[in-house]
């Protein structure tokens, strides 16, 4: 007999969304009051991995939350939530990559971020919970490879941020074994870099606070 498989709910991924994106963001006491506030709609295997990020980051003070948050994203280059910055990487095409972010949020009738770069994983992640699904789950869909990367780098150091990035992958369509050979060799070799020619672009390459190679 042949199993059917049960389709994702579209309200349950913009559920999930949403609170990763919260708990995804640089941490204060009203994100993770709202993330909790939204694991109580949601249920399985999303809420339970969702609901280990939110208890170890509940357990630090916000201090220590905050600092944690610095040193694990902004000091590691492979823990990137710039998502062109896997795909472009420090070459002159990362520019229209990030064009393409800004133009889908325009599509969709709002404006591209004004204090963050329209590919950070939190910000398309809000865009696909609040303002178009289908546009936004596109997106993630098509960067899956980068966000495949942001996992392995995170569960090698078992942040608990690990979690929640899986809770996302989930979500989309299963990776390809191409993909997941794509995602293998940019995590062994790192993003795609150009020599020279950058000069006309300013676009912030992260970690912005320093970066620690690990």
Partial sequence: MRLRVRPRSDLTDRLLWQCA??????????????????????????????????????????????????????????????????????????????????????????APPCDEAPDHLPVVLEFAATVDPAAGRRLLAEHRVPIDVLHGALAEVHSPYASTVAAVLATLPAATDTEMRRAQRLAAAGPPAEAVGLQPFTLTVPPRRGETEV
Avoid: C, I, K
Avoid at 43 to 56: F, K, N
Avoid at 58 to 75: C, G, I, K, S, W
């Fill in 21 to 110: 994106s919260l708990l995804l963001s640089y941490p204060d006491e009203d994100r993770l009051a709202n993330a909790g506030e939204l694991l109580a709609h949601l249920d399985g295997p999303g809420r339970e991995q969702l609901s280990s990020t939110l208890a170890a980051l509940r357990a630090l003070d916000p201090l220590q939350a905050a600092q944690h948050y610095v040193e694990t994203f902004d000091m590691r280059r492979r823990a990137s939530m710039y998502l062109t910055y896997w795909t472009a990487g420090d070459t002159r095409d990362r520019g229209n990559a990030m064009l393409a972010f800004a133009a889908a949020y325009r599509d969709a009738g709002v």
